[in-house]
């Protein structure tokens, strides 16, 4: 702030006589006068009516008489011995040139505003620490959520209100590279979120931009042509979804599981021997193929499975180590190749490892010890050189004790062991692994479903006795029987009661038990979901593909239950 002295400037003076009259008056004072008469020998209150003329040499605000407020100094003056004061007025509203200039930003900004306002795209804007800066009308419309909901929060703290649950902004901010994601939102929108990170010019991260766009129409498009386009792969090829579905990345936000995952990849490339162990559909057979997967050696065989708890005991030897012609009665012409064979170079996966018959053991122990065995009725031994990953439910150092498993099979599996934990024991996986069984069915059954937040928290509260596999199948269910776009916690507990008899949710852990027996709640489910199908399938050769039966075993069923 300086003083102005110039009458030029966009600020006045004016002497007054000791009884504060105006005797003289600056430029700036003139534009406002039409002649010097006007305002000459008026007293200065005439002009400045709440002006104190006791108060000297200290600024304080005064009004003009349009209104204008100024700030007023006043000093004393001795002039040829005449008492005089000065008024200095100091005008602080800005100078013009910076006035235009705030003009011009400010319409550019409402400019840009109406800009992004007119875009079908969602426009989402962040600081460096994720707090939300700027939103789009198009987001709001596409997000249901209000302004006040948003505008000064953090996405972290969006993200575990389940507001916006896949923020793609915080991976943005995580990552410090761009980022897409595919979010859902409240009416079923799939959208396709482009995040990207905005530095300064000192390479420090500033903000945060994403760009939503609605594919949910592209995506319906998509769909039907990857549908037709899969009908004729499958007609071809055995293609199956389970495949597909094994080539997704896993889901690994629990600290246990990372150190899991980061076990098995270390182990990858080396063939020492793996036992995993874990309840029921906790992700076994998927690490076992992660393993597999991610060795890379080069021509590398295969990845053998067998379920040792599924062949018959007295096909076991055979179907494991092959044999030759006429070992038995009905034995191949040319013998037959065992999976051992089969697996050489790549990996044999024995899964329910704990069912394998005991008289089964002490030959599978001797192939591991001295790496190679004899097909049934064979004299020639065979190399065996394939890296074995063997699994189980259940105890297997109780089976050891019980003497139901040999203790020495199982110290020969037991060189590198992975035990995967339950899904409640690693509940950060649960929101991420829903997203992604969602995201697979949404896709294999053209759908835009979604899950509520409620419906998120219950998923956190349940048991997961069945762990991942009943996450999926529930997924699979809600989403086949919803007929909105949102997934809520009545139709989760609806399809947990139809598949199980004892559901157990949150803390209550309620059992609810019925009269049914399982083959009538089978029965029951199957006609659901054969209803559901019907109705989205444009016709009954759809509909068995879908539903994996043929349109005869359909036509059956159609009349079994009367639709
Ligand atoms: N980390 C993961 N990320 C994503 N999906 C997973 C993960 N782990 C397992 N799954 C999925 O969970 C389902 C069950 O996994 P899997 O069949 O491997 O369980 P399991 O423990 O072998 O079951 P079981 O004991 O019945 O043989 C599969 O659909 C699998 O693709």
Redesign the pocket.
């Given at each position: 702030m300086k003083v102005i002295n110039n009458d030029s400037m966009n600020m006045g003076y004016l002497l007054t006589d000791d009884k504060y009259n105006i005797i003289y008056f600056n430029k700036y004072f003139k534009k406002f006068v039409s002649n010097n008469e006007d305002i000459l020998n008026k007293k200065i209150t005439v002009y400045f009516q709440d002006i104190k003329l006791d108060k000297k040499q200290e600024m304080y605000p005064v009004k003009y008489i349009d209104n204008y407020v100024y700030y007023v100094m006043i000093e004393e003056l001795k002039l040829y011995e005449h008492d005089l004061y000065a008024f200095f007025f100091y005008d602080f509203s800005l100078d013009s040139e910076l006035e235009k200039q705030i003009l011009r930003l400010n319409r550019q900004q409402y400019l840009y505003n109406e800009m992004f306002n007119k875009l079908d795209d969602g426009i989402y804007v962040t600081d460096e620490e994720g707090s939300t800066q700027y939103v789009n009308d198009a987001f709001i419309n596409l997000s249901g959520l209000t302004r006040d909901q948003i505008i000064g929060k953090t996405v972290y703290d969006l993200r575990n209100h389940n507001i916006l649950p896949n923020s793609c902004c915080a991976k943005v901010i995580e990552t410090r590279g761009p980022v897409s994601t595919i979010n859902n939102y409240y009416k079923g929108q799939r959208c396709l979120v482009s995040g990207s990170p905005i530095f300064d010019e000192k390479g420090k991260l500033s903000k945060t931009i994403a760009v939503i766009r609605d594919v949910s129409e592209l995506d319906i498009l998509m769909k039907n042509i990857a549908k037709e386009e899969n009908l004729f792969i499958k007609s071809k090829n055995t293609y199956n979804a389970?495949t597909i579905?094994?080539k997704?990345?896993?889901?690994?936000n629990n600290e246990n599981?990372k150190i899991i995952?980061n076990k098995a990849q270390k182990i990858a490339s080396v063939d020492s021997t793996v036992l995993i162990l874990?309840?029921?559909?906790?992700?076994?057979?998927?690490?076992?193929s992660y393993i597999y997967n991610t060795c890379n050696w080069k021509n590398k065989g295969k990845f053998v499975k067998i379920n040792c708890g599924a062949v018959p005991e007295h096909l076991l030897e055979s179907e494991f180590f092959g044999y030759e012609e006429g070992a038995f009665t009905g034995a191949q012409k040319g013998g037959k190749k065992g999976l051992f064979e089969e697996a050489n170079g790549g990996v044999l996966y024995l899964?329910?490892i704990g069912d394998m018959p005991y008289t089964l053991q002490v030959k599978l122990l001797s192939s591991l010890n001295d790496r190679m065995f004899y097909r049934i009725g064979g004299t020639k031994p065979v190399e065996f050189n394939a890296r074995i990953i063997a699994?189980t439910?259940v105890d297997l150092k109780k089976l050891v004790d019980e003497k139901k498993f040999r203790a020495d099979l199982y110290y020969r599996l037991n060189v590198v062991r992975l035990i995967?934990p339950s899904l409640r024991q690693r509940k950060e996986?649960i929101i991420h692994?829903s997203q992604?069984f969602l995201e697979y069915y949404n896709n294999k059954y053209g759908k835009n479903c979604y899950f509520s937040a409620g419906c998120l928290e219950s998923f956190l509260g349940y048991e997961w006795p069945g762990?991942?596999?009943e996450?999926?199948n529930i997924i699979e269910r809600t989403v086949l029987m919803s007929d909105n776009a949102c997934i809520d916690t009545g139709l989760f507990r609806e399809n947990l009661m139809n598949g199980e008899n004892i559901v157990e949710v949150s803390e209550n852990k309620s059992v609810i038990l019925d009269n049914k027996s399982l083959k009538e709640k089978l029965e029951e489910y199957e006609k659901e979901i054969i209803e559901k199908t019907l109705l989205l399938t444009k016709n009954m050769k759809e509909a068995s593909e879908i539903l994996g039966i043929d349109i005869s075993t359909l036509v059956r069923k159609k009349q079994k239950y009367k639709m």
């Open positions: 389970e579905e094994h997704k990345e896993p889901v690994i599981m995952y874990g309840e029921t559909g906790v992700g076994k057979d998927f690490i076992a899964d329910e699994a439910n995967i996986d692994l992604q762990n991942i596999r996450m999926k």
